[in-house]
């Protein structure tokens, strides 16, 4: 055992360009598992820098210069934030009131709805069977009511840091686009010269991260736009709240669309009941779903993914446990770079062989 352990320590850390990769990788984990909380505006900085750098290397082609496009995108940026909030803030916030104070009344309804089933279907459910679900839903609401207080609670208390947040990551990510390229320089001094698996790597999956932010982002846009569209022609209430959360479900690969199934399909049945209008509403939510999955994700993350969907799902459970939303939203890149590091490895053995 000891023999076999020993070979493969030489055949994969016999390199120096391998101990180095696998050190960084180390001290990025443990930076990201121990201060992970502390240093959340870096990485929502980093996101959006990603996402604005495409349009400011667009624009310096044009004959800009660096901080004239940055300053450019940044203003554009910043005023479309704005609108977004001014326009959609107070919508959102009134249907989510609304929605909240009926929600006692939507849950007795469900109440009646399930009390009644054991008279029109005596020989699928019980009496037993439906109060032993209603007393379970009920559970769940008291303790997802207690959840969203505590988490209010919570918030008050952090009010300060969001205002901070507020003014540190338009900063950050300001300085991380106009200095881009002096950053980068930075972080190459901070890297021994065994560095060739750690570039590899890099090179890998700089491309598939910009491409996947933004490719991320136009379909939250896409998917959330055209479910507004669907629920508004449809007449469904809360329109606007259930397009958000049907939008950011995406954020989730399968699961995401699965879980935002419910408060869509539960709106629906609670307005019109089992008539043709509410089996229309899951029709079209389920086609805006399938044209995601099949049409919209392959075609914006062609170059970005190229996991099978059973990784994918693994490494939203794995790294979404590890380290909460950020797990999640990049457990499709996370994935990916474990995947660049295994590449990394086997071209060092072929590399290795081919300098013998």
Not at 37 to 43: A, E
Not at 93 to 101: I, Y
Not at 229 to 236: E, G, N, S, T, Y
């Amino acid at each position: 055992m000891f023999e076999y352990v020993k070979a493969w320590y030489e055949n994969k850390f016999s390199d120096p360009h391998s101990v180095t990769l696998l050190l960084l990788l180390i001290a990025t984990v443990a930076l990201f598992y121990f201060f992970g909380s502390l240093i959340v505006p870096v990485l929502v900085a980093l996101v959006i820098a990603y996402l604005l750098d495409w349009p400011v290397v667009h624009l310096e082609k044009l004959g800009l210069k660096r901080f004239t496009a940055t300053v450019l995108v940044m203003l554009v940026f910043s005023g479309l934030m704005l609108m977004i909030i001014i326009g959609m803030g107070p919508v959102l916030w009134q249907q989510t009131s609304n929605l909240v104070q009926e929600a006692p009344h939507m849950v007795e309804q469900g109440k009646a709805f399930l009390m009644h089933l054991p008279e029109d279907y005596p020989n699928l459910i019980t009496t037993d069977q439906v109060k032993s679900i209603v007393s379970s839903v009920e559970t769940k609401v008291i303790e997802f009511g207690q959840v969203v207080l505590s988490v209010s609670l919570t918030s008050l208390k952090d009010v300060a840091a969001w205002l901070i947040y507020l003014i540190l990551v338009p900063l950050l990510v300001f300085f991380m686009l106009k200095d881009k390229q002096d950053l980068i320089k930075s972080a190459e001094r901070l890297i021994p010269k065994q560095r060739r698996l750690i570039l590899q790597v890099w090179q890998e999956m700089n491309q598939q991260i910009m491409n996947y932010i933004r490719g991320k982002v136009f379909e939250i846009l896409i998917v959330g736009t055209a479910s507004f569209i669907a629920f508004a022609v449809l007449d469904l209430r809360y329109a606007a709240l259930l397009s958000v959360l049907v939008g950011l479900s995406v954020l989730i690969p399968f699961v995401g669309a699965a879980l935002v199934t419910i408060p869509v399909a539960a709106v629906a049945l609670f307005q019109f009941g089992l008539e043709t209008q509410f089996w229309t509403i899951l029709i079209i939510y389920g086609i805006i779903q399938a044209l995601d999955g099949n049409v919209l994700v392959p075609l914006l993350f062609s170059e970005a993914v190229d996991l099978n969907p059973v990784f994918i799902i693994v490494a939203v459970l794995f790294f979404g446990g590890l380290w909460g939303f950020w797990g999640v939203f990049f457990a499709i890149p996370l994935a990916s770079l474990v995947k660049a590091l295994i590449n990394a490895w086997s071209s060092k053995q072929e590399h290795l062989i081919e300098s013998k």
